[in-house]
């Protein structure tokens, strides 16, 4: 097992530009959740894919998109940065046993 | 709405104290809750789950209850160390997602 794997560790963009961010699900897992996590405060669920099609949203706007590809690798894209997207956002993956495995996180920082 | 709420949201104790920290949430209809530890800037470590059907799970010095009438889980940690200082943060399962609470932000002093 290899685990989740998230790309960059850090990242910083100015307000109104495009950013993607990347994750690896751990071996397989053919779930992918992402995240956001604000300072102090607990992850919240932006969307998850299983089988490369998104199969649940939380409340974030649609600038907030993703991928699933077929080796069940994922991307999260935020167009039109706002300053308050600044946050630790992880990606976790989950297969046929319960639970979820998260990665060590995308640290953005919008300016 | 599920909400999840953990108390005490810090919590500073001396090395050795055996101690408990707590997890509500509204909702009893959750599949699993699950306990992650998260050092800071990290990401989260899996540290405990609990089936809806389950009322406790044990690793090592960690046991975790579930009681789903009350909507309540605690996390206990026997003869703390310094090195669980952490964020612990509980997370319940529904709807395909999970809901956390805040975190309970633990300082255990040699």
């Known amino acids: 097992e290899t685990g989740v794997t998230q790309s960059p560790t850090h990242l910083i963009k100015t307000r109104g530009q495009q950013v993607t961010l990347r994750c690896s699900s751990q071996s397989g897992h053919n779930t992918v959740s992402w995240y956001q996590q604000a300072l102090g405060q607990g992850p919240q669920f932006i969307f998850q894919y299983y089988r490369e099609e998104e199969n649940g949203r939380g409340n974030f706007p649609p600038r907030f998109s993703g991928l699933q590809f077929p080796n069940y690798s994922s991307e999260l894209n935020v167009n039109a940065l706002e300053l308050d997207d600044s946050a630790l956002y992880l990606c976790?993956?989950?297969?046929?046993?319960?639970?979820?495995?998260f990665g060590s996180g995308t640290r953005l920082t919008v300016v | 709405k599920q909400e999840v709420t953990q108390i005490p949201a810090a919590l500073s104790v001396p090395e050795g104290e055996n101690l408990v920290l707590n997890c509500s949430f509204t909702?009893?209809?959750?599949?699993?809750l699950q306990w992650f530890r998260q050092d800071p800037g990290k990401g989260l470590t899996s540290l405990l789950l609990?089936?809806?059907?389950?009322r406790e799970q044990t690793s090592g010095r960690l046991n975790a209850s579930l009681d789903k009438s009350s909507g309540r889980s605690t996390l206990y940690i026997a003869a703390s160390q310094p090195g669980d200082s952490a964020t612990y943060l509980c997370a319940v399962k529904k709807g395909g997602k999970l809901i956390f609470g805040q975190g309970t932000e633990l300082s255990v002093k040699p």
């Open positions: 609990i089936q809806s059907s389950q």
């Open positions: 909702d009893s209809a959750i599949y699993n």
């Open positions: 976790a993956s989950s297969g046929t046993s319960p639970g979820y495995t």
